[in-house]
């Protein structure tokens, strides 16, 4: 069983205001990932880090962003949240060249 | 344009039946992953594929890589209610620093 966790499972928030989603995994992964999902829909990459201080921006262009400032905690945070912000929040870590582990992810509603 | 593409995009079959699901990379491949979503959950590892050739089994989904076509099928055998839902592939592939997903394919089984 994967040991990647994701906190809060469920979000609502009103526009405007700055959240953060925690993303934690304690397997000692250098790479770490987050991905939007719509329901039913692709995986999109907007952030990966590999490793500590290390932080990349990914394929989907986003409004938030991210810190590594230790191995097992990869912090998302969307400075002023918008409707078209509302998605399903994934994150994943894997070693190099290994399957990812995904946490069960973060559901975001912006009102 | 897409780096990783599976086909079909959507399936529908009755309990019982065969099917195939099939990933192909447009670039050499260093690695293989599948992975299933149950709807608004995370990504369920089932097996990773990294040799030419190689094939895997997980109770009666099995994987196969192909690695001249580049390619990947996962087969199921006696499809059962508890096998709906996304399959997703995910592949370290040539010139990538990060993993990427194909589209995910969505498998519906009838009663």
């Known amino acids: 069983e994967a040991d990647i966790y994701q906190t809060p499972r469920y979000l609502v928030i009103g526009t405007g205001k700055k959240i953060t989603l925690e993303c934690s995994q304690t397997m000692g992964h250098d790479k770490m990932y987050w991905y939007q999902q719509d329901p039913g829909m692709e995986l999109h990459l907007i952030h990966y880090s590999y490793g500590v201080n290390s932080t990349e921006k990914g394929d989907l262009s986003s409004e938030s962003t991210v810190s590594r400032i230790r191995t097992e905690h990869f912090p998302l945070t969307l400075e002023s949240a918008r409707p078209s912000h509302t998605s399903q929040y994934l994150c994943a870590s894997s070693k190099q060249h290994t399957e990812a582990f995904f946490g069960q992810g973060t559901r975001l509603t912006v009102v | 344009s897409q780096e990783l593409e599976q086909s079909p995009q959507s399936l529908i079959v009755q309990e019982g039946k065969n099917l195939t699901i099939n990933c192909t990379s447009s670039k050499t491949l260093y690695g293989l992953y599948w992975y299933k979503q149950k709807y608004g959950e995370g990504l369920i590892f089932l097996m990773m594929l990294q040799k030419g050739g190689e094939e895997k089994s997980h109770e009666k989904i099995t994987a196969k890589l192909d690695e001249k076509k580049q390619q990947s099928s996962l087969h199921i055998t006696a499809s059962q209610p508890s096998h709906a839902g996304i399959y997703l592939c995910?592949?370290?592939?040539?010139?990538?620093?990060?993993?990427?997903f194909g589209q995910g394919t969505r498998l519906t089984i009838n009663p």
């Open positions: 995910g592949a370290d592939i040539q010139g990538a620093q990060k993993l990427v």
